[in-house]
């Protein structure tokens, strides 16, 4: 069994910085990407960040030049790191990854809990 848990969230003011964990364990034969989405309250979850297992990332639009996706491959674990935080980044961030439990079956995606980031003043 796979699993994503996710550390790092909190409060912080507009302006303010947080790093974001994730860390993958139990039966993992590769990973090929993970990633972050977020879930604003009343909004659809939407894809934050992702990173491939050879490093290439994509972002939404929203966060660029902000917001760094990061990944220690022996550790299994995706950072986010987020900077000039907005208010309009408060949601609950999800853990992503699509990871080949065994050599034998396909990769497959699976989330965390997630955690809740809030920006306010």
């Known amino acids: 069994q796979v699993q994503l848990v996710e550390s790092g969230g909190g409060l912080v003011q507009p302006g303010g910085s947080l790093r974001l964990a994730c860390a993958a364990s139990?039966?993992?034969?590769?990973?090929?990407?993970m990633g972050w989405y977020r879930q604003a309250p009343g909004k659809e979850r939407e894809l934050v960040a992702r990173?491939?297992?050879?490093?290439?990332?994509k972002y939404a639009d929203s966060v660029k030049g902000r917001f760094t996706i990061s990944r220690d491959n022996a550790k299994n674990t995706v950072y986010l790191q987020m900077n000039s935080l907005k208010p309009e980044d408060t949601a609950v961030y999800y853990c992503?990854?699509?990871?080949?439990?065994?050599?034998?079956?396909?990769?497959?995606?699976?989330w965390g809990k997630g955690t809740l980031v809030t920006v306010s003043s």
């Open positions: 992503n990854g699509v990871i080949r439990a065994t050599s034998y079956t396909y990769a497959m995606n699976y």
């Open positions: 139990g039966s993992i034969f590769s990973i090929n990407a």
């Open positions: 990173i491939t297992n050879d490093g290439n990332t």
